[in-house]
Structure formats: C-alpha cells, structure tokens
C-alpha cells in the first residue's frame, strides 16, 4: 500500500514565473486582479513578483507597485531577488517573505544573473542571514537542479550540496526546481527522497516545468517520496527567459484536479481557479493547454 500525504500546499507561481517569460507587458492592473482572483480559489501562499533588473525581465517592472497593492496578512505573499539591489527594494516594502534563487549550474546561472553559483552563493550567504535575524520567512529557489539547457545531466550530489549550503545558512525553505522540464520520474524520486532525509527540518517543494508533459508524473513521484509541497502556475504559463526549452509550470489546475481525485486535500476551489486564468488570458501569448482547462472552461 502506497503511503502518500493526505494534504498538500500547492504554491501558486503563476503571477511571477506564469508571466515572466511574457514578451507583451501584462498591465499591473490585471496582474492585481489575478492575485486577488487565485487568492480567492484558496491559495494560501503565492510567489507575487521578483525585484529583478527591470533591463533583464521588464515584465517584472511593476514589482514594487504590486506589493503596494497586494499584500495580506491571510496568506504568503513571496518575492524574488537575486542580489543585494533587489533585496534594498524589498527592504522599502512590507514584504515579509523572500525568494532567493541560484542554478546549480554555472552556465545557468551565469546566462540568468551575470555570476557563477560560487559568487551568487557568496553575494547570498550574507544577504539570508541578515533576512533571518529581521524575522523574513527565506526561500531558496534552485533551479537546473536535473538538468541544465547548457550543460545536460547535472550531478545528484552537486544539487544536494548546493542545498546543504542553503540549509546551513538558515533558509526556511528550498524549492528545488526541474527548469527545463527533462526530469523523469525516477529522477525526481530519487533527488527528493535523499533530499528529505538530508534535511527533514527544511520545508522541500517541487517545482516542475512540463516542457515534455512529465509534470503530473515527476509530482506523483514526488507524493511517493513523502513531498508535500508543490510550486504550480494557474494555466501552465510561465517559463524563464534565459532557460531555453523552459515552458510552463506544471498547470495548478491539472494537479489540484489529479490531487483532488486522489483524496488528497488541496484546498482550492478548481471552478474559481478557472476564473483567474479566464481573467489573464487575453493578456498571454500562450495558449491555455492543460487538460482541465480544455475541458472545462466556458470560452475555450
Ligand atoms: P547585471 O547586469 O550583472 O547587474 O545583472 P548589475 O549589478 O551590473 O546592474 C546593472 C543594472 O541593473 C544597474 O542599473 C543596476 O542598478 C540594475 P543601471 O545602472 O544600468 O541603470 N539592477 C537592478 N535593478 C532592479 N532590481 C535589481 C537590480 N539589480 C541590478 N535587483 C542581475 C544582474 C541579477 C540584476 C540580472 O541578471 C537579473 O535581473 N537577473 C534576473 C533574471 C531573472 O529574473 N530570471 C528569472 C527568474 S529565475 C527562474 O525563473 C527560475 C525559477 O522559476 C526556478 C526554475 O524554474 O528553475 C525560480
Ligand atoms: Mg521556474
């Protein structure tokens, strides 16, 4: 008999990696209503924005005007930042909640933040430890953790020792991430089996892309390795800019509803997610793909 968790939290990504990657800017105004909308569908924590270089990713320009408007005190309200300016930005919010994210892989990491892993880490060890001491609830975010677009296969120990080097400077949290959607099952199993007997006192969470469909698979693998926590973005957007090959996250919709039929708790209500992703749609390049959404939604 399989033992899987009987609840799960699924982290909604869709309003920061969902719209990233989205060469059309999406107004702020809508990007507000979809936060507000997904909230309203039971998300409970939600990666809003990331204080990045406006240069690199402008999609992400109205950062600052978006945690003007859309924080709470109900919910986990999370930022990204990749270096110290970002964090600065952060500081002049009321922002309780920060993401930090590095590649494993140094052509990764170099091609999405100008530095190697080893001078990311350094510029970062400092900054999460001064987050700490102010009380900010600290994610790292580690992406090309399977493989990198640059690079191919990455070592199963370098990312378990990048996460060692995150877990010993206090992070609440790593969400260890499948950027290019190549993961398969067994590979996400066996990662995250070592990576919770490694840290059993650090949140884990999965972050999948579905680049080759193997989202759904790569999460119930995950279930079987005792991963509770699941990084999904409403509609499968997303992607990142400097990951060639990085299509959407795995689509919340499609996991809530697997999840759902499973018996297992997600708390979000699939029919007012539908709502959310109907609300952003017009504003997306990409078409609307995963499964619940063809079959259900009013307009498609
Ligand atoms: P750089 O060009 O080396 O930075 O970029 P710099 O320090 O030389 O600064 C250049 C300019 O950017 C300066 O402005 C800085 O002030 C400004 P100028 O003097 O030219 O006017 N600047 C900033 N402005 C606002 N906010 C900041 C900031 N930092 C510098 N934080 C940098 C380095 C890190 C800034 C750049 O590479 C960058 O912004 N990268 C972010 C890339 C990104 O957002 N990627 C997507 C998110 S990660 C992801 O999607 C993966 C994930 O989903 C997991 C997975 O799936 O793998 C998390
Ligand atoms: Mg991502």
């Not at 005007?65 to 990204?80: F, G, K, P, Y």
């Not at 993401?99 to 892993?117: C, L, P, R």
């Not at 972050?207 to 990084?231: E, M, S, V, W, Y």
């Amino acid at each position: 008999m399989m033992t899987l968790p009987k609840k799960i939290t699924i982290i909604e990504v869709g309003p920061r990696d969902g719209l990233q990657n989205e060469k059309q800017f999406v107004p702020t105004e809508i990007k507000k209503q979809f936060i507000q909308e997904l909230r309203n569908a039971g998300i409970m924590e939600m990666e809003l924005t990331s204080f990045v270089s406006p240069k690199w990713v402008p999609q992400m320009g109205d950062a600052a005007e978006i945690v003007l408007d859309c924080l709470d005190d109900q919910t986990r309200n999370i930022v990204l930042a990749p270096n110290r300016k970002g964090i600065d930005r952060i500081y002049s919010t009321s922002c309780k909640a920060v993401a930090v994210f590095v590649g494993v892989s140094d052509s990764f990491n170099k091609k999405n933040i100008n530095k190697s892993t080893s001078e990311s880490m350094a510029e970062l060890k400092p900054i999460i430890q001064e987050l700490k001491e102010k009380g900010y609830f600290v994610r790292a975010c580690i992406s090309t953790a399977f493989y990198c677009p640059y690079e191919g296969k990455i070592n199963e120990n370098d990312t378990i020792q990048l996460c060692r080097n995150f877990v010993e400077t206090g992070v609440d949290e790593l969400s260890v991430a499948d950027t290019i959607g190549m993961a398969a099952p067994n590979e996400a199993y066996s990662l995250f089996v070592k990576l919770k007997e490694a840290f059993p006192k650090t949140l884990l969470t999965a972050h999948f892309h579905d680049t080759r469909k193997l989202g759904l698979a790569n999460i119930f693998a995950c279930l079987q390795a005792g991963i509770d926590r699941f990084d999904t973005s409403a509609g499968g957007l997303g992607g990142c800019p400097f990951a060639p090959g990085a299509s959407g996250n795995t689509a919340t919709e499609d996991v809530v509803y697997m999840l759902e039929r499973m018996g297992i708790v997600t708390g979000i209500d699939l029919s007012k997610l539908l709502v959310a992703i109907e609300l952003v749609r017009p504003y997306v390049s990409r078409k609307i793909e995963s499964s619940y959404y063809r079959l259900h939604a009013q307009n498609n």
